[in-house]
């Protein structure tokens, strides 16, 4: 069913694409990036359920308690959404703002060819660090399997499908929810988009918070960190320290290179 899921989704961003000749090569890394991305973290899942196991503990399973019972659903779904949107806006727009967590979101922006897979492409350590050392959702609210599972769901379309390659715009509507032009802004490289457009779900955190940047009608900008991205598995592996790991140019070969550039 995954399997057939992506082929789907690779389809409709050939036919309708925002960018038509995007890189076989760095789409495919994106994928092993993305696996290891995902296999690092599960190795390490017995560590860090330990100890957001302990976290949520100390809370009391949640300092406050989500009903699903009769009208409770309505409303506990209501407050899953809104609180999670407006928690994750915030923690992704921090991660913005602190050098330390740059260097590891700075790994998801990247990406020059964005697509559907890039949603999942982010570092393994700040997979790691979220899921066992700030649990802070769980550890605020003790949410029901059910209202997990529905606002699991609602969240997955706008915030997962928001990086398709696939040329979509809402038009009159860009400002109600997040899709792939609105968030394609986000990732733009150009200076005017940088620390634009955070929201997972509702642009409506953005507005309120001064950092909302409204696409024009077709307003699809190239993305990426101009050039700096990982070349290989490697590379994204070690992707905060890389500068410590890459070999030193003497400063002489340094000017070299740079004449040879002018």
């Given at each position: 069913?995954?399997?057939?899921i992506?082929?789907?989704i690779?389809?409709?961003?050939?036919?309708?694409p925002?960018?038509?000749n995007?890189s076989?090569?760095?789409?495919?890394?994106?994928?092993?990036?993305?696996?290891?991305?995902?296999l690092?973290p599960?190795?390490?899942?017995?560590?860090?359920?330990?100890?957001?196991g302990?976290?949520?503990?100390?809370?009391g399973g949640?300092?406050?308690h989500?009903?699903a019972?009769?009208?409770?659903?309505?409303l506990?779904?209501?407050?899953?959404?809104?609180?999670g949107?407006l928690?994750?806006?915030?923690?992704?727009?921090l991660?913005?703002?602190?050098p330390?967590?740059?260097r590891?979101h700075?790994?998801?922006?990247?990406?020059?060819?964005v697509?559907f897979i890039?949603?999942?492409?982010h570092?393994?350590?700040?997979?790691?660090?979220n899921?066992?050392?700030?649990?802070?959702?769980?550890?605020m609210?003790q949410?029901?399997?059910e209202?997990?599972?529905?606002?699991g769901?609602?969240?997955?379309l706008?915030?997962t499908?928001?990086?398709?390659?696939?040329?979509f715009?809402?038009g009159?509507?860009?400002?109600?929810?997040n899709?792939?032009?609105?968030?394609?802004?986000?990732?733009?490289?150009?200076?005017?988009h940088?620390?634009?457009?955070?929201?997972?779900?509702?642009?409506?955190w953005?507005?309120?918070?001064?950092t909302?940047?409204r696409?024009?009608?077709d307003?699809?900008?190239p993305t990426?960190?101009?050039g700096?991205?990982?070349?290989t598995?490697?590379?994204?592996v070690?992707?905060?320290?890389?500068?410590?790991l890459?070999?030193k140019?003497?400063?002489?070969?340094?000017?070299?290179?740079?004449?040879?550039?002018?």
């Amino acid at each position: 069913m995954v399997a057939a899921i992506l082929l789907t989704i690779r389809l409709v961003e050939k036919t309708f694409p925002i960018e038509p000749n995007q890189s076989r090569r760095e789409i495919w890394l994106d994928y092993q990036l993305v696996a290891v991305s995902l296999l690092l973290p599960w190795a390490l899942s017995s560590v860090t359920a330990v100890t957001a196991g302990m976290l949520i503990k100390a809370c009391g399973g949640g300092l406050i308690h989500l009903r699903a019972d009769g009208w409770w659903f309505a409303l506990s779904l209501a407050v899953y959404v809104f609180v999670g949107d407006l928690y994750r806006y915030w923690m992704h727009r921090l991660s913005h703002s602190v050098p330390v967590l740059w260097r590891l979101h700075s790994f998801h922006h990247s990406a020059e060819a964005v697509t559907f897979i890039t949603g999942a492409r982010h570092h393994w350590l700040d997979r790691v660090l979220n899921a066992g050392f700030y649990p802070l959702f769980p550890m605020m609210f003790q949410t029901p399997p059910e209202v997990a599972l529905v606002g699991g769901f609602m969240y997955a379309l706008p915030d997962t499908f928001a990086h398709l390659n696939v040329r979509f715009t809402l038009g009159r509507f860009v400002m109600w929810i997040n899709s792939p032009q609105y968030h394609r802004i986000h990732h733009s490289s150009r200076p005017e988009h940088f620390d634009k457009n955070f929201a997972s779900i509702l642009p409506l955190w953005d507005i309120v918070f001064g950092t909302a940047w409204r696409p024009g009608k077709d307003e699809f900008p190239p993305t990426g960190l101009g050039g700096d991205k990982p070349a290989t598995v490697w590379e994204g592996v070690v992707w905060p320290v890389r500068d410590l790991l890459r070999p030193k140019v003497s400063a002489q070969r340094a000017a070299e290179l740079h004449a040879q550039t002018d």
